[in-house]
């Protein structure tokens, strides 16, 4: 966004941006012109098909300062080939994005493939929802998230769907966001957890919970919730 100094107005204001991508009215169909009524359980059906696995995350593309946004042109091929390899190589944002690392082969994977894919930190998902908006929108082509090496093995047929309108969004002629279960964030909440961990094991403010009631216990309990997540979509 080429902000130099960051506040949380501005942090607010990406955060509005993402969620507005994916709240606003899509058409429940691909040859409706009835939009959703009920947005949010028809995400948790799409994206939640096992209640152990509840994490979901949004990359959208494109997002930019409004003055580089009059010198730019997008086409779907060219956001849906970015989003799909954001969403493989579990990139937040478009710069920066690993076009290194590849879906796995299909079959048993070998030994040297679960290294590699490993080392270049291949992002598995359980399922994956494209939303769409902006010309010409019929035209595009989401056939790279259908692919079954993007998904975990357990999964059923249709854990990617896509939802559209032609209606844009903001100011861009044409957007396109995902909303992914998958591997996203692990590295972040093992970290989030570590560093509890770390504060919990020197007593750090646990004086200030115990007198409110909190027992030692419920801290650890929550530990074991989080750290069972984390290994869940570890094991994907």
């Known amino acids: 966004m080429?902000?130099?100094?960051?506040?949380?107005?501005?942090?607010n204001q990406?955060?509005?941006h993402q969620l507005g991508s994916v709240f606003q009215?899509?058409?429940?169909?691909?040859?409706?012109?009835?939009y959703r009524r009920n947005p949010l359980g028809d995400l948790m059906e799409h994206l939640v098909p096992h209640p152990e696995f509840k994490m979901l995350s949004i990359r959208n593309v494109p997002h930019m300062s409004e003055n580089s946004l009059a010198y730019s042109t997008f086409t779907w091929a060219g956001l849906l080939k970015h989003l799909r390899q954001m969403?493989?190589?579990?990139?937040?944002?478009?710069?920066?994005?690993d076009?290194?690392?590849?879906?796995?082969?299909?079959?048993?994977?070998?030994l040297s493939k679960m290294s590699l894919n490993k080392d270049l930190h291949f992002n598995t998902s359980i399922a994956n929802l494209v939303i769409l908006r902006g010309k010409d929108v019929q035209s595009a082509d989401v056939e790279g998230f259908k692919d079954p090496a993007l998904?975990?093995?357990?999964?059923?047929?249709?854990?990617f769907n896509v939802w559209k309108t032609q209606r844009a969004f903001s100011k861009y002629e044409k957007s396109a966001v995902l909303v992914s279960n998958s591997q996203f964030l692990v590295k972040p909440l093992d970290m989030i957890v570590g560093k509890a961990w770390n504060m919990f094991a020197s007593k750090a403010y646990i004086h200030q919970y115990t007198k409110f009631g909190i027992e030692e216990e419920d801290f650890l309990d929550s530990f074991t919730s989080l750290e069972q997540v984390v290994a869940s979509y570890c094991n994907l």
């Open 2 to 11: 080429n902000i130099k100094q960051i506040s949380f107005s501005d942090i």
């Open 87 to 97: 969403l493989i190589s579990n990139a937040k944002m478009e710069e920066g994005i």
């Open 14 to 16: 990406v955060l509005a």
């Open 99 to 110: 076009w290194h690392v590849r879906p796995p082969l299909s079959g048993p994977p070998s």
């Open 151 to 159: 998904y975990t093995s357990w999964l059923p047929v249709n854990a």
């Open 25 to 34: 009215p899509t058409y429940s169909a691909e040859s409706s012109f009835h």
